[in-house]
């Protein structure tokens, strides 16, 4: 399963960089959530996957069974995808913005604007 | 409890969400807008007092007790950050009154600005690299919207650029605390340093210490990371400009030199050697950058990146006199720049342009503004008495004493080049005749603007520039406050003892 998972960090990683080299903004956006994404995979793969044993602990019992999977970098990640969530929701509003002053979303084209 | 360690974040988010109810009232935003960063100012001074008196100051948030709470430490270091931070937030709040207008006003600029504080004084107090995350986010996201707010062509433009390199950056530092975390299990900031001394493997850790080194990177604007900070601190107004030169890529720094004293001293020979060779071509790529350069704001924003290389200097020597010499150079730097673009946005308020080649006579016509910009620029060469000589010369001392001649070579070319770059602006902004076209006294002043808005302007410039002489006419005491400082940096056994407690 590790293995599934690095090779898939790996593409998204990749995919996500190589929308960043893209001219187009929207492109760019759409790069950056990728790499957000590959970021909050690999937190969970690298801090060890359990399956199907929640930290959970049994009744009458004061510590919980192992192994469990860890919470810690669950809570991490919803922290991260929080987080993402509203980046994305401002970068969204910016290229929108700058697709309204100069209809286009080249950056190329954009940046010849500069005055 | 300790409470005075939570002020300074609260304070600036009382305020901000005082402000956000009351959107349209302008007395309101202009009065909380000053009154959260005085907060700031006024408990990080009590903080200061405290932690130089009883030592490192730690706040287990909600009492649970680390490494398992959300912990907030001032170490002296830490402390006098907030402070410049309390200091610079009220010296641009105030400048503000009389240069933002209206139309930024009624979108939020006050309320972001408190945002923007918190975020730096929360990346300044935390204990937890996870937390350090979350609180750069914070300081973005404001940053974000401060750099687009107004959407003028440039600006949005210049967001661009900013909005996706603080983003890569950000996902990479993420990943490094992902990796950390599955590397020995734990995210406070002091049980990794406890950790991280027994790993088996320290090699894999110095290549975890290099994500962070070039996630910080980015946001410090090291070399070869800079390119998107000229491309975009020009853009936005002067006060946005100022606040995110003093402190932004401060904040990138303070992050380098935190774990590379606490946590990543593992294989010192490579990482701080790797760190002093990129020191030494920050220094020289920026100044180059700004010799080139005739656009008061480019200018500045290039010296920016000179001064990083100083900071790392410091770092990168990693004796106690070399990073006292960076503590000293990063109350001075932060002092001197936000001086320098508050006073490229006076010239631009009174000529109506940031291009050196238009402007003139400033010397002539305003003699005051010519002494006041006199003061950070020669303190930012580095001419004694002022702050920036004994920064400098701390610095020095400290490479000399371990015989790195190379850097200490680099530094003082890099000082003449800069003094050289400082001299430039003052020939053709103050001392050379106002060229013709240029009309004399074209006034930008916005529509409600007070009547006394040029003292409004100049006022926060004076005491920043006594500031400045005042560090350097005094600078015993500060001296050994950052020796101080740099001593605790040094030994983290302190640190990690007044967070963990009795129980390591």
Do not use: C
């Not at chain 2, 398992?68 to 309390?86: C, E, N, P, Q, Y």
């Not at chain 2, 005094?474 to 605790?488: D, G, T, Y």
């Amino acid at each position: 399963m590790e293995v599934v998972l690095a090779i898939v960090i790996g593409g998204l990683y990749g995919t996500g960089l190589y929308m960043m080299m893209r001219r187009s903004i929207v492109k760019l956006i759409i790069g950056l959530v990728l790499l957000g994404h590959a970021t909050n995979l690999l937190i969970l793969t690298a801090s060890g996957l359990v399956r199907a044993s929640p930290p959970l602990i049994p009744e009458g019992e004061v510590v919980p069974v192992l192994p469990i999977a860890d919470p810690l970098p669950q809570a991490v990640i919803l922290t991260a995808i929080v987080i993402g969530f509203g980046v994305v929701a401002f970068t969204v509003v910016l290229i929108h913005r700058t697709y309204q002053a100069n209809a286009t979303d080249d950056i190329e084209l954009i940046a010849e604007v500069e005055p | 409890m300790n409470n005075v360690l939570v002020l300074p974040l609260i304070i600036p988010l009382v305020s901000a969400a005082i402000m956000l109810i009351f959107w349209r009232w302008r007395f309101i935003q202009h009065f909380f807008g000053i009154l959260g960063p005085a907060g700031i100012l006024i408990s990080s001074i009590v903080l200061l007092n405290s932690v130089r008196q009883n030592g490192i100051q730690v706040d287990q948030i909600g009492s649970w007790p680390a490494p398992f709470g959300i912990t907030l430490v001032a170490d002296l270091f830490s402390a006098i950050m907030v402070l410049m931070t309390g200091l610079m937030g009220l010296a641009i709040a105030i400048f503000s009154l009389a240069s933002i207008d209206p139309q930024r006003r009624l979108f939020g600029y006050y309320p972001l600005l408190n945002i923007l504080l918190l975020g730096v004084s929360g990346a300044f107090l935390t204990g937890d690299i996870f937390n350090l995350y979350v609180w750069f986010e914070v300081m973005l996201i404001a940053s974000f919207v401060l750099m687009a707010l107004g959407g003028e062509q440039a600006q949005i433009l210049g967001a661009i650029k900013y909005v996706t390199l603080n983003l890569l950056s950000s996902a990479l530092f993420l990943a490094g605390v992902g990796l950390l975390y599955a590397a020995v299990g734990t995210l406070n900031m002091a049980d990794l340093a406890i950790k991280l001394g027994e790993v088996e493997h320290p090699e894999y850790i110095s290549a975890l210490a290099m994500l962070f080194l070039v996630a910080f990177g980015i946001k410090a604007a090291m070399f070869p990371l800079f390119f998107w900070l000229p491309a975009s601190y020009h853009t936005p107004p002067v006060p946005v400009s100022a606040i995110f030169a003093a402190l932004l890529t401060k904040v990138g720094a303070y992050a380098l030199i935190r774990v590379f004293t606490l946590l990543f001293t593992q294989e010192v020979f490579f990482t701080h050697t790797l760190i002093l060779v990129l020191a030494g071509f920050t220094m020289v790529t920026g100044v180059l950058g700004a010799v080139a350069q005739f656009d008061f704001r480019r200018l500045l924003s290039f010296h920016i990146i000179s001064q990083i290389g100083y900071l790392m200097m410091g770092l990168g020597l990693f004796t106690v006199h070399s990073l006292a010499g960076s503590v000293i150079f990063m109350v001075h730097v932060i002092l001197a720049k936000s001086t320098l673009f508050l006073i490229s946005g006076i010239t631009h308020r009174l000529h109506g342009t940031f291009e050196l080649k238009k402007l003139g006579g400033l010397y002539r016509s305003y003699p005051l503004l010519a002494f006041l910009f006199l003061i950070p620029a020669l303190s930012l060469a580095g001419i004694p008495p002022l702050s920036g000589f004994f920064a400098k010369l701390a610095l020095i001392q400290a490479g000399l004493a371990i015989e790195q001649y190379y850097i200490v070579a680099t530094a003082l070319g890099v000082s003449i080049l800069t003094l050289f770059s400082m001299i430039k602006i003052w020939a053709e902004a103050f001392w050379k005749p106002l060229p013709a076209e240029t009309s004399l006294l074209k006034s930008y002043l916005p529509a409600e603007a007070p009547s006394g808005a040029m003292h409004i302007l100049v006022s926060p410039i004076i005491v920043l520039a006594a500031i400045t002489v005042i560090v350097g006419l005094a600078a015993e005491p500060v001296f050994s406050l950052a020796f101080e400082a740099a001593e605790q940096l040094m030994n983290p056994a302190g640190y990690i003892q007044a967070v963990m407690g009795g129980n390591p």
